[in-house]
């Protein structure tokens, strides 16, 4: 089991910059896939980017490659989202989840657990 718990979100200008942080419970947070996912208002869920249990491989969607990074720090339980460049397209609720899977997957569905998400506006 593990319990995940995001900050960081906040209310920034287009062209600004922002970390998200997420902090993971669990003495086997090493071991999951990690990825953060992201909902605007009426749209779906969708993926943004993950990351291995070892930080070797990365995953991103088209829409924030090359402007986010993602990476983790398996001694402090902790996966983070650098998010650059941001536009007001990238509002949205953004949600961290783990997955207990060995391949990255993009579909919400594979992914075990999720935080309860934090809001990151994007202003024009």
């Known amino acids: 089991q593990v319990q995940l718990v995001e900050s960081g979100g906040g209310l920034v200008q287009a062209g600004g910059s922002l970390r998200l942080s997420c902090a993971a419970s669990?003495?086997?947070?090493?071991?999951?896939?990690m990825g953060w996912f992201r909902q605007a208002p009426g749209k779906e869920r969708e993926f943004v980017t993950a990351i291995s249990w070892s930080g070797g491989s990365t995953h991103y969607a088209d829409s924030v490659k090359g402007r986010f990074t993602i990476s983790r720090d398996n001694a402090k339980n902790m996966v983070y989202l650098q998010m650059n460049s941001l536009k007001p397209e990238d509002t949205a609720v953004y949600y961290c989840a783990a997955d207990q899977s060995t391949i990255i997957a993009r579909a919400s569905a594979s992914y075990d657990f999720w935080g309860q998400g934090t809001q990151v506006t994007v202003s024009s």
């Open positions: 669990g003495r086997t947070f090493w071991s999951y896939i």
